[in-house]
T-cell receptor, first 115, second 114 residues
Framework: AQKITQTQPGMFVQEKEAVTLDCTYD???????LFWYKQPSSGEMIFLIY??????QNATEGRYSLNFQKARKSANLVISASQLGDSAMYFC????????????FGPGTSLSVIP | EPEVTQTPSHQVTQMGQEVILRCVPI?????FYWYRQILGQKVEFLVS????????KSEIFDDQFSVERPDGSNFTLKIRSTKLEDSAMYFC????????????FGDGTRLSIL
């Protein structure tokens, strides 16, 4: 079964500190894509970062980096130098080869940045 | 930066009425999607659309739902005879391709069924 697990329902981080949001996934497909999206309290869904299953290097995008450990089936999001505007819900998501159209979302992690 | 736009941002409808949610995908994107998110729950895939036809749909997307691309820019989701449990945030998304291409989401339409 294709599934995304995010074990941290809520996280707190001090402003300017780094934080890691956990994500594990389950798929038997050899090829897949992994994504992270941010959903602020206003409700929109913002694409942050993408990692392909065959990518040799971990993806980075500004303050966001993805710690991809294929053997462990984990794709943790690291946010460096947290800002107050980073407070939001963060969703890990997967696009497996057998169903590239359908992005499977995890339950999300609520991140609160404390001044 | 180009973005997916959705209208209206909030729709309130009486149960049993039909509702049409509208989306304008990013102009050079070829694949279009609808997702929904019931309050406090995770985002669920509804349907994908390519080359003027549905390419995949979930078990949620029953005969009550339909999608259409009536012209070169709009992509709509119609819900016939709405039910209370249809209350949710509905997201439209688009992507330039299928293989490992991120889907870009609109800001969503909050649908409230009374």
């Amino acid at each position: 079964a294709q599934k995304i697990t995010q074990t941290q329902p809520g996280m707190f981080v001090q402003e300017k500190e780094a934080v890691t949001l956990d994500c594990t996934y389950d798929t038997s497909d050899p090829s897949y894509g992994l994504f992270w999206y941010k959903q602020p309290s206003s409700g929109e869904m913002i694409f942050l970062i993408y990692q392909g299953s065959y990518d040799q290097q971990n993806a980075t995008e500004g303050r966001y980096s993805l710690n991809f450990q294929k053997a462990r089936k984990s794709a943790n999001l690291v946010i460096s130098a947290s800002q107050l505007g980073d407070s939001a819900m963060y969703f890990c998501a997967m696009c497996p080869q057998t169903s590239y159209d359908k992005v499977i979302f995890g339950p999300g992690t609520s991140l609160s940045v404390i001044p | 930066e180009p973005e997916v736009t959705q209208t209206p941002s909030h729709q309130v409808t009486q149960m049993g009425q039909e509702v049409i949610l509208r989306c304008v995908p990013i102009s050079n994107h070829l694949y279009f999607y609808w997702y929904r998110q019931i309050l406090g729950q995770k985002v669920e895939f509804l349907v994908s659309f390519y080359n003027n036809e549905i390419s995949e749909k979930s078990e949620i997307f029953d005969d009550q739902f339909s999608v259409e691309r009536p012209d070169g820019s709009n992509f709509t989701l119609k819900i016939r005879s709405t039910k209370l449990e249809d209350s949710a945030m509905y997201f439209c998304a688009s992507s330039p391709g299928r293989m490992n291409q991120p889907q870009h989401f609109g800001d969503g339409t909050r649908l409230s069924i009374l």
